[in-house]
């Protein structure tokens, strides 16, 4: 693969990391402004998705000519239900217990679970650099997470919080392991697009059990989140993180996605008003440093 596509592969998934470490401030400001649920602005997100999803679905089901068996269906389906379902809910419900800052440093954890998932199951290697990479990386998040956690500890429900984002790092990497062995079989766009599809009518089912037409009061404000989460936090990231992979692997995927943190981090202060430490500065340029590491020619495809 020339330099040029691999360079290509790590400008889009850089991007596509940003714009999903926004995810966290738009559910943060959602809960605080507008009062919402977790399954209702679950569902309000996949339901302002679903048409770019369709039209998605529409396209690539002529552009990438790809006949699946039923185990291949099952499996787009599967891992959907698990990278925007499972994991989607188990985060939103941690982000009322903990905050934004922390949420994405225990989040960040995935790279690990998807290296691992790809070495036991699917016997791929990490390269020397990829190696060390990883390393840097987690020892700025260890600085950054041991100071949340002197600040955060005493909170009503952290633990709790803590848990339910760590579960959705391993969910999270089950979805980005299987994403890097499908993508090249099925196709980035159509790969995302059935994938979400499985996530949407996935919530459409919990929502379904948890809530009555009759419970439904969407104010201007939610629809507003709701659209801001579909298109900046969902619809553009996890086409550009699918795209980015099928350039550079699973693995330098996960890496150069470090940035997502440092975004988050950054983010919270402006928008939130969550404070800024030494431990999250010094952690943060551990992270920083850890992706610029990251050597293209001598790490595995993936």
Known sequence: MPD???????????????LFSTKAILVKLAFRDVHIDV??????RMFCSLPFFLLAAWW???????????REWLTVATLGLMGYYVSSWF??????????????????????FTALINYFLFKQALGKRQRWALLLTYIGL?????????LDAAKPDFLLGSFLIFCCSITYAIYMAGTGRMVPKVGATRFTAYAMLSATMGIFIHFAFRHTLQDIHLSGGMWQYGILLAIISTVLPSFLI???????????????????????????????????????IIGTMLVVAGVLLIGWKSSPAG
């Open 39 to 44: 399954v209702s602005l679950l569902a309000l």
């Open 242 to 280: 699918s795209a980015g992979m099928k350039r550079i692997g699973s693995n330098n995927a996960a890496i150069v996605s470090g940035i997502g943190p440092v975004s988050t981090i950054i983010q919270a202060n402006i928008f939130l008003g969550e404070k800024m430490h030494a431990g999250q």
């Open 142 to 150: 260890a600085v950054a997470y041991y100071s949340e956690i002197n």
């Open 60 to 70: 690539s089901s002529g552009a990438e000519k790809v006949s699946l068996n039923f």
């Open 4 to 18: 040029s596509s691999k360079w290509v592969g790590v400008f889009i998934t850089f991007l596509g990391a940003i």
């Open 91 to 112: 985060d939103f419900m941690g982000l009322q217990f903990i905050s934004a800052g922390l949420e994405r440093l225990i989040l960040f954890l995935y790279p690990s």
